[in-house]
């Protein structure tokens, strides 16, 4: 039987937070207010993430993961296939980072996947443009031209951020890193930038071997390159970082939301096109059916899953009011979308910032694959009943072909019944030669008819929305909203389902038997697949101290009772509250706190 004990432990009141050497002596409401120094010294400190490449000096743009850094990584990106995957039956890839130079082009990213950069006649350091413009003058500057950024550099006299110089005019730089498959340089290819085009190319595949099921959702989490100019944001802006996102094809003949009812009366903060095309960027409170209604949002399932994505953000610790979505003006969107929709989160250095993204890509991608390719990417949609209608089409005449053609005939035969019509009626009608690739072809070479044809179906190319989430930012975001202080100690209160750690054992006094008792404990916890560690340094104050800045939920204390009743003590991370309970009920006590949260027993 689990029972409750009354008071707070004598530890919890009498602990001051840890005295480590990396630990600043400034009281901790003081340290609070420069939350992200305070948030990454404690990252370091308990493993969640510190700059990659330390003991080189380091290297901005890059990011390594400790021990419970990989955890909550883990723990999110588990949340949102639950949240965002498995809720909807759909399906996930993988597909390789680097990617063939065509791919890219035909996607249009080798064309616009580019940065306005500028250099300091000084130090020759190198900087965003739009981004030092904005920072000096505060204007809002994505999808500003060359022109316009460079005026704006000598109009506000922006200077070198490193050394004060004169700084030259802006040029673009392409952000995609470079390299070739292979030793001789003939099959250049480029990390990819995003994880959309190992689906895209993949997507009649899959379809297939879902038995043609549509609407479809095809997922990918993994990593991404961007070739940042100056990244100068932490973890926020990284050269490398993992990406989680889904398209989603739809029908755009049939373009509704089965599930949008569930999430109608959703409020969301949205600054719409409509307010920042007058130069103001004031959010308008509106619920998910009526920015559809009003078409604020175009797409009904962008309107779905932005509202989803809300409610995952407040799942990781974000309140509705630090959450907003930001839609991109027609100049700064890419080059494949038709609207654009930022998850923004309200952080305390960097403001509003962006760790979703929600586009309404149409047919873009597959459209440009289909072009390159000559790949038909269209989905086959059954009629109810089979339809008649005309049709023209053209019969190559073998025979005449063969006159002039001899050997080729086949291959030309081929191209005169894959071309227009109406183009070759024309030239037959006017008895006039047709050009058809590189052969001038005869019009007595081919007829055109108009038949009956019964059909089953037709093809269409689908539409696709695109939502998209930065793991690094989302794992940044819900350590610095989960930060608390109490009574001048650290708290890192994450959500029980996130915590990468879901309990800490400890021995009372590592004597007496109890240590062997405690380790006895903490592998049965291992062996009912908890997530668990074991810790027995120094005193039970400062262990507690050191859990609750890791922010692990439960702490399982085995003492003199347990020798004798087989009890141990749970403490809560968030009241300091401690209960009693039996260790032959103790890991399904464990999972009905992480399920339900931790509720002392009257």
């Known amino acids: 039987m689990t029972r409750p004990i009354d008071s707070v432990s004598k530890a919890d009141k009498t602990q001051i937070l840890s005295s480590d050497r990396s630990l600043s002596r400034q009281p901790l409401q003081q340290q609070i207010k420069d939350k992200h120094k305070l948030l990454s010294e404690t990252a370091r400190r308990r493993g969640f993430f510190w700059g990659s490449f330390e003991i080189y000096g380091g290297l901005s743009g890059f990011l390594d993961l400790g021990p419970l850094g990989v955890g909550l990584k883990r723990q999110i990106e588990d949340t949102w296939r639950r949240f965002f995957l498995q809720r909807h039956g759909f399906v996930e890839v993988s597909t390789p980072i680097i990617t063939p130079h065509k791919v890219l082009e035909a996607s249009g990213h080798v064309e616009n996947f580019k940065d306005p950069m500028t250099e300091c006649s000084n130090c020759k350091r190198r900087f965003r443009a739009d981004q030092l413009v904005k920072e000096a003058t505060g204007l809002e500057t994505e999808g500003m031209s060359l022109e316009q950024l460079g005026a704006l550099l000598k109009e506000k006299h922006v200077k070198c951020p490193e050394c004060g110089g004169q700084l030259g005019p802006p040029q673009y730089f392409m952000t995609m890193f470079k390299t070739n498959i292979g030793p001789y340089g003939e099959d250049p290819a480029y990390g990819r930038p995003e994880a959309a085009q190992g689906i895209f190319v993949n997507f009649h595949r899959v379809l297939e071997t879902m038995r043609e099921k549509f609407p479809i959702g095809i997922a990918q989490v993994g990593t991404v390159l961007r070739n940042e100019i100056s990244p100068r944001q932490g973890p926020i802006r990284l050269r490398e970082f993992t990406i989680m996102d889904f398209e989603l094809f739809f029908d755009p003949a049939e373009p509704d939301c089965p599930y949008l009812d569930e999430v109608i009366s959703e409020e969301l903060s949205i600054v719409a096109e409509e307010s920042r095309s007058k130069g103001t960027e004031n959010a308008i409170k509106v619920k998910v059916g009526e920015a559809v209604k009003r078409q604020v949002i175009k797409a009904p399932w962008a309107a779905y899953f932005m509202a989803l994505s809300k409610r995952f953000l407040t799942q990781l610790g974000v309140d509705g009011q630090h959450q907003r979505f930001f839609e991109k003006l027609p100049s700064e969107r890419a080059h494949y979308s038709a609207q654009t929709f930022d998850h923004e989160i309200e952080l305390d250095r960097w403001g509003w910032t ?32 089979p339809r008649l209608r005309k049709v023209k ?84 975001t819900t350590l610095e909203y989960n930060l608390t202080i109490k009574e001048d100690r650290l708290i890192l209160g994450l959500p029980f389902k996130l915590a990468p750690i879901q309990a800490s054992v400890f021995p009372l006094v590592n004597k007496d038997g109890l240590q062997k008792r405690a380790t006895e404990v903490y592998e049965a916890l291992i062996a009912e697949g908890l997530r668990v560690e074991y810790d027995e340094a120094g005193s039970i104050g400062r262990r507690y101290a050191r859990a609750d800045e890791a922010g692990v939920p439960l702490g399982i204390t085995i003492d003199y009772d347990t020798l004798k009743d087989d009890t141990v003590t749970v403490r809560d991370r968030d009241s300091w509250s401690q209960m009693r309970t039996p260790v032959g009920v103790l890991a399904s006590t464990i999972h009905t706190i992480v399920k339900e949260g931790f509720n002392t027993p009257k």
């Open 354 to 385: 962006e760790v979703a993204g929600f586009a309404y890509r149409t047919d873009y991608d597959l459209r440009k694959h289909m072009e390159a390719t000559g790949e038909d990417l269209r989905v086959f949609k059954p009629y109810s009943t």
């Open 393 to 476: 089409l053209i019969k190559p005449s073998h025979q005449n072909l063969r006159k002039i053609f001899q050997e080729q005939t086949g291959r030309i035969a081929d191209l005169i019944s894959k071309d227009d019509p109406e183009k070759l009626l024309a030239a037959k009608k006017a008895r006039q030669p047709v050009r058809i690739g590189s052969y001038t072809v005869p019009s007595d070479c081919f007829d055109v008819v108009e038949e009956d044809v019964k059909e089953t179906g037709t093809r269409f190319l689908p539409h696709v929305i695109e939502p998209s989430f930065g793991v690094e930012r989302l794992l940044y």
